[in-house]
T-cell receptor, first 111, second 113 residues
Framework: QKEVEQNSGPLSVPEGAIASLNCTYS??????FFWYRQYSGKSPELIMS????GDKEDGRFTAQLNKASQYVSLLIRDSQPSDSATYLC???????????FGTGTQLKVEL | DGGITQSPKYLFRKEGQNVTLSCEQN?????MYWYRQDPGQGLRLIYY???????QKGDIAEGYSVSREKKESFPLTVTSAQKNPTAFYLC????????????FGPGTRLTVL
């Protein structure tokens, strides 16, 4: 079983819709969770971090964490074509401040 | 202009050659990391360093070596022992105090000819 799992997609949504990206993790003691956006050929850039159960909002982005169910999600409201990218979920696992990454979900926002 | 720089952006290597990828940061971050990314895959940790003159192996350290002689610099050497070195290499850093957020450099794309 992979430590961090994401659906590889592609997830296609029309412009203006809500995109919902999901991530599950296996380590119950994980405490820190991150969403990165990666455009093709570029390096990942941090979108959101979340540490507590519930929702965290930043502009059009909302991260949701449910530790009991071991999942974290990212909602993108009013999706724009510029949101088309691969979204990586990362989880801090174990010691040493290491992050474990999922394989990413490719999002396509269509006009 | 603070940030993380990696050089070169593209690197071509012949089989059997060692190559060194540069990573420099002026963010005064204590911890630095090297990842490898293959097409359609997530990032895999090669090596990391939390303090100068100390580093630990990640999940796929075989065929790689690193040094951390200065806080600002964390070069990665890809040796001839690495069987499939063609990949996108990403360096990241993290401030030590009260955060585990990592920030990435622009990456180096290595191709073995």
């Amino acid at each position: 079983q992979k430590e961090v799992e994401q659906n590889s997609g592609p997830l296609s949504v029309p412009e203006g819709a809500i995109a919902s990206l999901n991530c599950t993790y296996s380590d119950r003691v994980s405490q820190s969770f991150f969403w990165y956006r990666q455009y093709s050929g570029k390096s990942p850039e941090l979108i959101m971090s979340i540490y507590s159960n519930g929702d965290k909002e930043d502009g059009r982005f909302t991260a949701q964490l449910n530790k009991a169910s071991q999942y974290v999600s990212l909602l993108i409201r009013d999706s724009q074509p510029s949101d088309s990218a691969t979204y990586l979920c990362a989880v801090r696992t174990g010691g040493g401040n290491k992050l474990t990454f999922g394989t990413g979900t490719q999002l396509k926002v269509e006009l | 202009d603070g940030g993380i720089t990696q050089s070169p952006k593209y690197l071509f290597r012949k089989e059997g050659q060692n190559v060194t990828l540069s990573c420099e940061q002026n963010l005064n971050h204590d911890a630095m990391y090297w990842y490898r990314q293959d097409p359609g895959q997530g990032l895999r940790l090669i090596y990391y360093s939390q303090i100068v003159n100390d580093f630990q192996k990640g999940d796929i350290a075989e065929g790689y070596s690193v040094s951390r002689e200065k806080k600002e610099s964390f070069p990665l050497t890809v040796t001839s022992a690495q069987k499939n070195p063609t990949a996108f290499y990403l360096c990241a850093s993290r401030a030590d105090r009260g955060t585990d957020t990592q920030y990435f450099g622009p990456g180096t794309r290595l191709t073995v000819l």
